[in-house]
């Protein structure tokens, strides 16, 4: 059974880092692309960031250049997601996805996650 696991979501203040973990279990991550997409109330999902499989430059929203930063450990079959310079605006729950045979384009930006494995969110949220 394919399975995704988040965790290090929580409570910080404007300004502060925080670390989000993904672990897959019932599959290796090898072959897919995964992605960081968040969603707070009110608002659309939105791909936050979103990495290949193979070797190559990820992919960041606008919204967290330069703040975020997505990695991936094969090794231990997980990713994480670095970060930094928290704004309220970042306050959302935070799914991490996995699909296979799709382009970092179209997953992240056009949002095509049919058919995609999700994990249960962490909420993180900014606040001072």
């Known amino acids: 059974q394919l399975q995704l696991v988040e965790s290090g979501g929580g409570l910080v203040q404007p300004g502060g880092s925080l670390r989000l973990s993904c672990v897959a279990s019932g599959f290796t991550l090898d072959y897919y692309a995964i992605g960081w997409f968040r969603q707070a109330p009110g608002k659309e999902r939105e791909g936050v960031s979103c990495?290949?499989?193979?070797?190559?430059?990820?992919y960041y929203a606008d919204s967290v250049k330069g703040r975020f930063t997505i990695s991936r450990h094969n090794a231990n079959n997980t990713v994480y997601l670095q970060m930094n310079s928290l704004k309220p605006e970042d306050t959302a729950v935070y799914y991490c996805v996995a699909k296979a045979f799709v382009t970092l384009q179209a997953m992240c930006i056009n949002g095509d996650v049919a058919g995609a494995s999700w994990g249960q969110g962490t909420q993180v949220t900014v606040s001072s």
């Open positions: 990495i290949g499989s193979l070797d190559g430059s990820p």
